[in-house]
């Protein structure tokens, strides 16, 4: 069933993925090693990627890894089309649109905030027919830019106040992926990690394993390459792993 809360956010920014990862080469792979570190805390298995852009992660993963999506699910056209021809199966949905077969993956992965493109109550609801998608063990797993870290409150306030202008903040995001971004293409529902992980608990998951990167505040993000250390409190970038 189409959802009106779907929506193509990256109409004619199709490159928008690959360009900021090209122009970030360190924290793109901070992210690809946080994802890794994530998604193989239990056998990866059979991979549902939701939200996958133009699988640039997705990619890495493959080529460097030998770790491959059985299929990818994304609502953006473009970036869709993208994946494809990085050889992937995507369907191009929103993650609330799709009807999941029951027992169908190892592992659910919302990778780059993918998630908080969805209303709070299509969430959940989708998030308790991932649960059922996923084999016993299974494990849904996001990686979030976090509202309480130093970039995500600049983007959260400077999105949710547009009167900030930019002059009196992009100095902070200098160093970031987020420099001169359009604040329509930041993810629109934010929460503090807690609070995703207590819907996580509630839909039934009950053993948490959490992942944190890029530590450094934003002016200074792109300085190195960092591997992920335990825990969601101080990152940047955080991995949710929920295993059922
Ligand atoms: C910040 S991008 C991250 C893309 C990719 N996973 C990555 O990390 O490079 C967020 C992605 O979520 C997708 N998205 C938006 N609404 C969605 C929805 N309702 N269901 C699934 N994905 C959605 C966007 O189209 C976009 O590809």
């Known amino acids: 069933m189409a959802h ?19 122009r970030n080469p360190n924290i793109n792979e901070s992210r690809l090693r946080l994802l ?3 998604i193989t805390v239990t056998d990866p298995g059979r991979i549902l990627s939701i939200g996958l852009g133009s699988g640039i992660s997705e990619e890495a993963l493959r080529d460097r890894y ?10 953006s056209a473009g970036f869709a089309e993208l994946a494809r021809q990085r050889g992937f199966d995507v369907v191009t949905a929103g993650a609330q649109e799709i009807d999941y077969e029951p027992d169908s993956y190892d592992t659910i992965v919302y990778n780059g ?36 870290s130093a970039l995500g409150a600049v983007l959260f306030l400077t999105q949710k106040y547009p009167e900030i ?5 992009q100095d902070i995001l200098s ?16 929460h503090l990690t807690s609070w995703y992980v ?16 890029v530590l450094a505040n934003p ?13 969601y409190t101080k990152g940047n970038y955080i991995a949710v792993v929920a295993v059922k």
Do not use: C, M
């Open 4 to 22: 009106p809360s779907v929506i193509d956010h990256f109409v004619d920014k199709e490159t928008l993925l690959d360009d900021s990862a090209r």
């Open 36 to 38: 890794h570190k994530a």
């Open 66 to 75: 030998g770790i491959t999506i059985a299929k990818g699910v994304e609502p």
């Open 113 to 148: 905030s993918s998630f908080g493109f969805l209303p709070d109550d299509e969430l959940e609801d989708t998030w308790r027919r991932n649960f059922e998608a996923l084999s016993d063990h299974g494990k849904l797993v996001f990686t979030d830019v976090p509202k309480e």
């Open 165 to 169: 202008k930019d002059e009196d903040f």
């Open 175 to 190: 160093g970031s992926v987020f420099h001169h971004a359009d604040r329509n293409q930041y993810k629109p529902y934010w």
């Open 198 to 213: 207590d819907l996580l608990g509630r839909i039934g998951f009950r053993d948490f394993h959490y992942f944190q990167t």
């Open 219 to 231: 002016p200074y993000q792109e300085d190195d390459a960092v591997d992920p250390i335990s825990g």
